[in-house]
Nanobody, 125 residues
Framework: HVQLVESGGGSVQAGGSLRLSCEVS????????MGWFRQAPGKEREGVTG???????YYADSVKGRFTGSNDNARNTVYLQMNSLKPEDSAMYYC????????????????????WGQGTQVTVS
């Protein structure tokens, strides 16, 4: 059973950086399509990035050039490095996963993913 646990959220001033982690258990990260989503109060959940270990990675226009997603297969962990943070980046951030043999990475839509973490809060002031 695939389990995802996010960490690394917190409060930061505008222009600052945070690195979110998503620790995966129950399945190798190399065999998963991974993604990051976020949801601000009163707004719909939106895609941030869809990772493709052996191909191109998708980024939402709002985060291109500022956010970078990566895999660490040895640690079975996925990261989201967030730089030049803005107040509008404030949200609960979720990582998501789907077994690669069931689809093609990168995946962009919430409905593409089968497994979700509990989220980690990011607040930018």
């Amino acid at each position: 059973h695939v389990q995802l646990v996010e960490s690394g959220g917190g409060s930061v001033q505008a222009g600052g950086s945070l690195r979110l982690s998503c620790e995966v258990s129950g399945y190798p990260v190399s065999g998963l399509c991974m993604g990051w989503f976020r949801q601000a109060p009163g707004k719909e959940r939106e895609g941030v990035t869809g990772l493709a270990p052996y191909g191109s990675t998708y980024y939402a226009d709002s985060v291109k050039g500022r956010f970078t997603g990566s895999n660490d297969n040895a640690r079975n962990t996925v990261y989201l490095q967030m730089n030049s943070l803005k107040p509008e980046d404030s949200a609960m951030y979720y990582c998501a996963a789907k077994k690669r043999y069931l689809g093609t990475c990168p995946m962009r839509q919430q409905n593409d993913y089968d497994y979700w973490g509990q989220g980690t809060q990011v607040t930018v002031s």
